[in-house]
């Protein structure tokens, strides 16, 4: 079995060792980028050579539209770039042979790219971005203004090489929020209008006493609700229970509505023994027992709490403060504004009002990020482990977008129950996925914090990696 390098010379796979391996994956990623820009340059050129006139009419999306839009009469690129001819991408999606809609995807790409994104595209070009990454940034920002499209491209162009999904939709929605905040006040409508709690059974051949529940409503509400469930599946486990979580979870559903159904006898036999119209008129009393309307007061083994849920906010809080006849969330000057929820990402003041109106809040004092004091325990205090999150926002492996409040902190260098005191400390701390801390542990990959910050990661065979808060790049081996 063979292949060929970027000089066109055949390489015999089976004697691959790993390193010459990995060079020669290299070069087929290479190979793979240089295929994919010449496709994206021939559907620019293709797209130059078929300008719309009076005579020929426009290209547009019509009743194909474009995914997640409704359909309506919208050129194949977005604003500012140059208007095609219409009936344009039938042939040239036909070339490709491929369906139209998707030759008219290629399209667009290549226009907002080349008219909407010019650093990314210089980028591709040099052949320092994958084409596929820089058309999903071309897909997410299409719908947007000329000036939005310009503000992703300035924030992401020097780094689409090295990050992943999750900082591109980052800062799309830092250009939605900042470019378009009447999108979000759209979008949170639109989430509304679809808020709804399904009951599935299976058919009546394969029941086995499990249904499915799907709920779908306002994230602080389900938040507060899983948070619930989750303190009902932990309690269950502290009692004995020894099934799984994932099962001690569902059976917590049943306990939250046991718990609820006896609330409400209870409330009913408060009403009852107050004196209300429990009894009918003329009806004899017994007052040697409840009358038979009466309910017999039970036990109360559950008490009703306000759920326990934590959210992150960035946001002013001159902005909470409402002003005199504007809506709300409304600055002075008409502006919507807008904050930041951690995981969630950006989000009204309406709606963050509407949030905390109906919650406990407490508000945190800022921490210190210089901060430098070390403890002797293994487990890091809570203020260290806060420190730790914020000043690095995500698992520090190579590539991984995993959010640190989701991971473990690890000791870069291994605590040691018999070593020096001060080995918990924040320089000494970084947050590992579970997946990433056990590979550490596993002596395949090891890492050392660098003094400004960074994280030099050295992975098989002997490939080196250069992680910070917002992207990974491969470094060459001295």
């Known amino acids: 079995m063979f292949e060929t390098d970027l000089t066109g010379q055949p390489v015999l796979v089976d004697e691959l060792d790993e390193d010459w391996l990995l060079v ?31 005579d020929t009419g426009v290209a547009t999306w019509s009743d194909t539209g474009l995914p997640g839009m409704r359909d309506h009469d919208e050129s194949l690129g977005g604003e500012g770039t140059p208007l095609v001819a219409a009936f344009t991408p039938e042939p040239f999606a036909a070339a490709l042979g491929v369906s139209t809609m998707t030759g008219m995807q290629l399209l667009a790409d290549a226009l907002d790219l080349q008219h909407r994104h010019p650093r990314i595209w210089a980028r591709v070009e040099a052949l320092e971005v994958a084409p596929w990454k820089a058309r999903k940034v071309a897909q997410a920002t299409h719908s947007l203004s000329k000036a939005a499209a310009a503000y992703v491209d300035a924030e992401l162009a020097g780094r689409l090489d090295s990050c992943g999904a999750v900082l591109i939709e980052r800062v799309v929605a ?93 409330a009913m036999t408060d009403r009852s023994a107050g004196g209300g119209d429990s009894t009918s008129a003329g009806e004899p009393s017994d007052s040697e027992g409840p009358s038979k309307s009466q309910a017999v007061p039970l036990p109360v083994v559950a008490t009703r709490r306000s759920a326990r849920t934590t959210l992150y906010l960035h946001l002013s809080l001159a902005d909470l403060i409402a002003d005199p006849g504007a809506s709300p969330g409304e600055r002075p000057d008409g502006v919507l504004a807008v904050g930041e929820v951690e995981k969630l990402g950006p989000a009204t003041i309406a709606r963050i009002q509407e949030w905390v109106d109906h919650s406990r809040v407490s508000i945190r004092p800022v921490l210190d990020l210089a901060r430098t004091d070390a403890v002797d325990d293994h487990d890091p205090p809570e203020w260290m482990r806060e420190l730790v999150i914020l000043r690095d926002q995500h698992c520090v492996f190579p590539w991984c977008p995993r959010d640190a409040r989701a991971c473990d902190l690890d000791h870069v260098v291994p605590y040691d129950e018999d070593g020096p005191p001060g080995q918990t400390r924040p320089e000494n701390l970084a947050p590992l996925c579970r997946r990433h801390h056990r590979c550490k542990t596993s002596g395949r990959w090891r890492y050392r914090r660098r003094s400004d910050g960074t994280y030099e990661w050295i992975g098989p065979p002997g490939r080196r990696f250069l992680v910070t808060p917002t992207d990974t790049t491969s470094v060459d081996p001295d």
């Open 24 to 54: 020669l994956l290299a070069d087929k990623e290479t190979a793979a980028r240089e295929a994919e820009r010449g496709k994206l340059r021939l559907a620019g050129q293709w797209c130059a050579l078929h300008p719309a006139t009076a």
């Open 174 to 266: 830092q250009a939605i929020a900042r470019f378009h905040p009447e999108l979000l006040r759209q979008r949170e409508k639109r989430g509304k209008d679809g808020w709804d709690v399904q009951l599935r059974h299976p058919g009546a051949g394969d029941f086995a006493g499990t249904s499915w529940l799907e709920a779908t409503g306002d994230a602080m509400d389900l938040s507060r609700f899983y948070e619930l469930v989750c303190d009902q599946a932990a309690a269950l486990g502290a009692l004995g229970d020894t099934d799984s979580l994932g099962a001690r979870k569902a059976k917590a559903l049943g306990v939250i509505a046991d718990h609820q159904a006896q609330l409400e006898l209870v």
